[in-house]
């Protein structure tokens, strides 16, 4: 039962861009804790950053997304 109700939380979250561990290795050598819908907000916000950034290029008449963008 448990591995399907992660199936259809991980369906609904979307792509993730961002690994957990990571964001816990940055935040253990700042020496604070991360909580438990942090990682899930920080994916939204780097994938908003990413749609953001697309949207400028394509203005741009480019199909490459380049760091200006963000």
Request: glycine residues 4%.
């Amino acid at each position: 039962m448990a591995k399907k109700a992660a199936k259809k939380k991980a369906a609904k979250k979307g792509v993730q861009v961002i690994l957990a561990s990571r964001v816990k290795e940055v935040a253990r050598s700042a020496k604070v804790r991360v909580s438990g819908d942090f990682v899930d907000a920080a994916n939204d916000a780097v994938v908003d950053l990413i749609k953001k950034a697309v949207a400028r290029a394509k203005a741009n008449g480019r199909q490459t997304i380049r760091p200006q963008d963000i």
